[in-house]
């Protein structure tokens, strides 16, 4: 984890899903040699942050996957109780385990492996305020990771159900800013077999 010296960031990776559509067994799936979650967690624990928390739901094998891989010494697994409930209950237990004092937390997808490093020094340096949201754009669409200043954590320990935090983003208007980046790989996510195709 590479810490900025003037603001305190964490990082969060949602790897709770259930995966229906991938036929279930997605983030522990190869790829480049690796499981799906290892590009996620590689992701966040090289973004500019002091803390990173993996929400993951009762699956052993996942589990298991992720304790294998060498980056995860320095993240701290959190269990969802009802992931089922959707990305939002997901992303509140997760955020309930965050250290206090935060300047900003980023939001990981754990089915995004390519999202390249500097994309989150770019979002941390982008951000202006507690109460921004920052997030990359590519090619005119808007990706991930998600970064909300630390007046939303507070809303994110709250959420619930299936829309995970979209509702924060439209609810910033203003304080939400969009970054463009050369980097395809914050759209890239994998939600069926044949996404992993070619990559």
């Known amino acids: 984890m590479a ?14 899903g259930l995966g229906t559509r991938f036929g279930g067994g997605k983030l522990t799936a190869p790829f480049r040699g690796r499981p799906l979650i290892a590009g996620a967690l590689a992701s966040a624990l090289n973004a500019p942050v002091v803390s990173v928390v ?31 409930r959707g990305m939002g209950a997901s992303l509140a237990a997760a955020a309930r385990a965050l250290p206090e004092d ?7 997808l754990g089915d995004m492996p ?4 500097d994309v989150s ?32 954590i507070t809303a994110l320990r709250a959420l619930d159900g299936d829309s995970g935090a979209q ?7 203003d304080r939400f800013l969009a970054v463009e980046t050369g980097d395809p790989g914050v759209l890239f996510d994998v939600d069926r077999r044949e996404d992993l195709a070619g990559q």
């Open 3 to 16: 810490e900025s010296e003037s603001t305190r960031l964490a990082a969060i990776v949602l790897a709770a």
């Open 54 to 84: 993996v929400a993951i739901g009762d699956d052993p094998d996942l589990e298991a996957a992720i304790l294998d891989l060498d980056e995860t010494v320095e993240a701290r697994l959190v269990r969802v109780a009802d992931p089922a």
């Open 102 to 108: 935060l300047d900003g937390v980023f939001v990981f």
């Open 114 to 117: 390519l999202i390249r490093p």
């Open 121 to 152: 020094a770019t979002l941390a340096q982008a951000l202006t305020g507690r109460d921004g949201i920052v997030a990359p754009t590519h090619a005119g669409r808007r990706g991930h990771p998600v970064l909300f200043g630390g007046d939303w």
């Open 167 to 173: 509702g924060l983003i439209r609810q910033a208007g």
